[in-house]
């Protein structure tokens, strides 16, 4: 392999790729990015098993290869590099790369290309597109909800429903649940039922640029999401997601409409003198004010919020960091809150967007 | 205590003198900020013992008094608080503030006041005036050179030797030297002889803004700095520094001038393939070129580097983290660096600057 790039689109690939690459893969190969010359580009790709990311850029291909360099090396140097040709120049006997810029070279050791895994980027006729900008409102307002290294692995991950032209997409940790429904054109016959892992949509929105429009093609098993020149590839989650349309209250004893800063503030404020392990807060709604309220070994707090209330009054408490989650997720300047009951979920949705809601499961306070 | 304070002013204050708050001091109350409401103005104060800090803003005094309260939590509660006059009310009884804002309160469990150490602001006729501009030159031409946590207390300090009207300022840890000299406008009968803990003027340029001028008052064994509202006041080290003067070569064998960010970028790509304990390059100079050079088991690195030469060549290695503090210190877009062989210290110093320095020991490398 003899390969000359730009600097800026070398690192701008490395960067892209490097997300997939895992750190503490048992496999010493996944810690590297592999590199193949061919038809005037370069193709980088890592994987870590699950996920895979494949991202290619121009380049004068002097002689065709392949090369895998360790991720932490290669990444951190480009991204050093003097902004000049690159020439990548690999050594057979060795089996390390030289990285040439100006009068200065650099050499790192590497693995044997062949060994890397097999990179199939997978084919179907499952297919619709997403414009960048709604994935990564999906991540914003539904990945929160998602469970990490749950033992169930559903919960980690996230529903896409497709159905009817609409697209639903659901992530619960089973102490909190988001949902959001959206019309997607020229997708009325397709039928799709898919749980995406929540580090997948996660990562994926970091590395397509926010003006693209994805490409999204669905196996039995993997799903390929693919941009201009970055191709990312991830299995699915197997398993039943749970049914939460059974979950989602259908009425309420208690509507309130309220400033979500305000809510967000105050719950921020309160839960400062909560224990780290458990920060609860109180609720209680009286004649149009909303009191937030903490007492703890440290001290006591008393917020008042005015709130627009319809219903009964009620008592309910939350867990601080679930519920400031749930709000910097709403988007909305003001929300609607509906309660049942101090033991069943409450329900909040921006004000103006019915497309949109978040459950939250109050904690059981002791006495009460 | 009863007293109301604008919300932006508090947070200055407290975030001042939360610098001087040591959290893990064994005794509870110095993780505490002292409030004293007086004379129209709120006075806040935090030690360490080895260092403290006083800084006052205007209030409207209801009642005066004191309370002293957990840094941790009035911190992040005043930085949380809406931009609204803010009451602090001293329960007498249980010893804790209510912080009262809008329709909201918090209370906050404090330490008795009168348990506070005692915080006398030294005084005295030896007493010069620095600018906050040269000062925060200083910490970051001279304090990068100084220890941390050496069995040697001197060498965390920084020697201020002010006499004839000249202020010296130098820092070692024993494998580098920072030296700088200053004239000082009326400060010629003035002899001071002084090691300042590194930490006090790291903290120091934190809390005074820049364009502020910054009076300084030695004692004994205490140093004052004080700008508009704000006192910090440190211990002196005690010891003895060592004779500087001795160590920095008043001759050299080669003397090469070069750019410091070809220096400082090629040293930094060189030290990749290192290992983090031992992040040693070599260098050699050789007709006008300066080589750096790397040999790991990751790889090698080769760097050229154009130089003006003057002298014998030299072969030399350093340990690339600490030439690269060095480099980032000089403040100037050429350095000369003169050698006098490869065990004895390098000298580099900006091109155009005759008063400032830094000495950097070698590395003796096996077999050389």
Same mark, same amino acid.
């Given at each position: 392999?003899?390969?000359? !790039?730009?600097?800026?689109?070398?690192?701008?690939?490395?960067?892209?790729?490097?997300?997939?690459?895992?750190?503490?893969? #048992?496999?010493?190969?996944?810690?590297?990015?592999?590199?193949?010359?061919?038809?005037?580009?370069?193709?980088?790709? !890592?994987?870590?098993?699950?996920?895979?990311?494949?991202?290619?850029?121009?380049?004068?291909?002097?002689?065709?290869?392949? &090369?895998?360099?360790?991720?932490?090396?290669?990444?951190?140097?480009?991204?050093?590099?003097?902004?000049?040709?690159?020439?990548?120049?690999?050594?057979?006997?060795?089996?390390?790369?030289?990285? %040439?810029?100006?009068?200065?070279?650099?050499?790192?050791?590497?693995?044997?290309?062949?060994?890397?895994?097999?990179?199939?980027?997978?084919?179907?006729?499952?297919?619709?597109?997403?414009?960048?900008?709604?994935?990564?409102?999906?991540?914003?307002?539904?990945?929160?909800? !998602?469970?990490?290294?749950?033992?169930?692995?559903?919960?980690?991950?996230?529903?896409?429903?497709?159905?009817?032209?609409?697209? %639903?997409?659901?992530?619960?940790?089973?102490?909190?649940?988001?949902?959001?429904?959206? #019309?997607?054109?020229?997708?009325?016959?397709?039928?799709?039922?898919?749980?995406?892992?929540? $580090?997948?949509?996660?990562?994926?929105? $970091?590395?397509?640029?926010?003006?693209?429009?994805?490409?999204?093609?669905?196996?039995?098993?993997?799903?390929?999401?693919? &941009?201009?020149?970055?191709?990312?590839?991830?299995?699915?989650?197997?398993?039943?997601?749970?049914?939460?349309?059974?979950?989602?209250?259908?009425?309420?004893?208690?509507?309130?409409?309220?400033?979500?800063?305000?809510? !967000?503030? &105050?719950?921020?404020?309160?839960?400062?003198?909560?224990?780290?392990?458990?920060?609860?807060?109180?609720?209680?709604?009286? %004649?149009?004010?909303?009191?937030?309220?903490?007492?703890?070994?440290?001290?006591?707090?008393?917020?008042?919020?005015?709130?627009?209330?319809?219903?009964?009054?009620?008592?309910?408490?939350?867990?601080?960091?679930?519920?400031?989650?749930?709000?910097?997720?709403?988007?909305?300047?003001?929300?609607?809150?509906?309660?049942?009951?101090?033991?069943? #979920?409450?329900?909040?949705?921006?004000?103006?967007? %019915?497309?949109?809601?978040?459950?939250?499961?109050?904690?059981?306070?002791?006495?009460?």
């Amino acid at each position: 392999m003899r390969v000359v !790039a730009a600097k800026e689109q070398l690192l701008n690939a490395v960067q892209i790729v490097q997300r997939a690459v895992s750190v503490r893969n #048992p496999l010493p190969i996944l810690s590297g990015i592999r590199f193949e010359a061919v038809d005037n580009k370069i193709f980088l790709t !890592a994987t870590d098993l699950d996920m895979g990311i494949r991202c290619s850029l121009a380049a004068e291909v002097i002689e065709p290869g392949a &090369a895998v360099l360790p991720a932490r090396y290669i990444s951190e140097l480009v991204r050093r590099l003097p902004d000049v040709p690159v020439l990548l120049r690999a050594e057979t006997v060795t089996g390390s790369v030289t990285i %040439q810029y100006g009068q200065s070279e650099t050499s790192i050791n590497g693995y044997p290309a062949e060994e890397f895994p097999d990179f199939p980027i997978p084919s179907g006729d499952l297919t619709f597109d997403l414009p960048a900008e709604v994935l990564r409102g999906l991540v914003r307002q539904i990945v929160f909800a !998602a469970a990490n290294n749950e033992n169930r692995p559903v919960f980690n991950g996230v529903l896409f429903e497709l159905h009817d032209g609409y697209l %639903q997409v659901i992530a619960t940790d089973t102490y909190r649940l988001a949902w959001r429904r959206l #019309p997607l054109e020229n997708c009325e016959k397709i039928d799709i039922n898919i749980i995406i892992p929540g $580090k997948t949509l996660t990562e994926l929105v $970091k590395v397509i640029e926010p003006e693209k429009v994805v490409n999204i093609t669905v196996t039995e098993n993997q799903i390929l999401f693919k &941009a201009d020149d970055t191709c990312l590839i991830s299995r699915l989650i197997d398993g039943q997601f749970p049914n939460y349309k059974q979950v989602i209250p259908q009425e309420h004893l208690t509507r309130i409409r309220l400033k979500t800063k305000e809510l !967000a503030e &105050a719950t921020e404020r309160a839960s400062l003198l909560t224990k780290d392990g458990s920060p609860i807060v109180k609720m209680s709604l009286e %004649q149009n004010t909303l009191i937030i309220s903490v007492n703890t070994e440290a001290g006591r707090v008393h917020e008042e919020i005015p709130v627009f209330q319809e219903g009964e009054p009620f008592q309910v408490a939350f867990n601080a960091r679930y519920l400031g989650d749930v709000l910097k997720a709403m988007g909305s300047e003001e929300i609607i809150m509906e309660l049942t009951g101090p033991l069943s #979920p409450g329900v909040l949705r921006p004000v103006d967007d %019915q497309e949109y809601l978040s459950l939250l499961l109050p904690v059981r306070l002791r006495g009460v």
